[in-house]
């Protein structure tokens, strides 16, 4: 069975430009979450999807990021205009329903901003 | 709203040493559930287990086991006969029974000496 994919791997840009990421989770998870991973801290939820409705984006800076799930399958992330803070790796992640069932993680996708 | 502290920064033993990882998680909810993730040098956040608040029952797997004890709050990892293999950082999480996504702590820095 196929993991979560996320695409890039590695990213750099400058400040105030735009970026996104893109994820496509494990076939038949209706559930998708973006969290933001800061150096040295644990994962922190951004956006959690059920299908492609928003259950939780509470954590979300709306004013810089976006998120959305077509079709309730693949899911872009993007920040503009990026900040220095937002410097992380942005984890994307599956699971077969939400409310305690395990998640499944990509590999992430490492932000750089300069 | 869930919280996880994991007090542990860094630990650092010799290979076949025994090592307890400690959790310890804070929750109003009658239902909740508990995980560790292992995290290794590559990135990706791999699952190792998930328990419910409604079973105390401690596990074994292998080399490793948890420990749930529901009247300290507290759900800890040990690792029997360590290996070098069993390095990287390791996160404790928890979910509330509705459709929430995971809490994480900060995560433990496990270090295996050869």
């Known amino acids: 069975e196929a993991g979560v994919a996320q695409s890039p791997r590695y990213k750099i840009i400058e400040k105030r430009q735009s970026v996104a990421f893109w994820c496509n989770p494990i076939s038949g998870h209706a559930t998708l979450y973006w969290y933001q991973q800061i150096l040295g801290q644990g994962p922190k939820l951004l956006i959690q999807f059920q299908n492609n409705g928003v259950v939780d984006d509470s954590q979300l800076p709306k004013d810089r990021f976006s998120a959305e799930r077509l079709k309730g399958v693949d899911s872009t992330l993007k920040i503009q205009p990026a900040k220095l803070e937002d410097s992380a790796v942005y984890l994307c992640?599956?699971?077969?329903?939400?409310?305690?069932?395990?998640?499944?993680f990509g590999q992430g996708t490492r932000l750089t901003v300069v | 709203a869930q919280k996880v502290t994991q007090a542990q920064t860094e630990i650092s033993v010799v290979e076949k040493e025994d090592v307890t990882l400690d959790c310890v998680y804070e929750?109003?909810?009658?239902?909740?559930?508990l995980f560790w993730y292992k995290q290794p040098p590559s990135g990706e956040l791999v699952f190792l287990i998930r328990r419910n608040s409604f079973d105390e029952q401690n596990e074994i797997s292998g080399r490793y086991s948890w420990n749930f004890q529901k009247s300290t709050s507290s759900f800890n990892f040990t690792i029997t006969a360590s290996q070098v293999v069993d390095s990287a950082v390791y996160f404790c999480?928890?979910?509330?029974?509705?459709?929430?996504?995971?809490?994480f702590g900060k995560g433990t820095h496990l270090i295996i000496q050869p």
């Open positions: 929750t109003r909810d009658t239902t909740y559930y």
């Open positions: 992640a599956s699971s077969f329903q939400g409310g305690g069932t395990e998640a499944f």
């Open positions: 999480a928890s979910s509330g029974g509705g459709a929430d996504g995971l809490t």
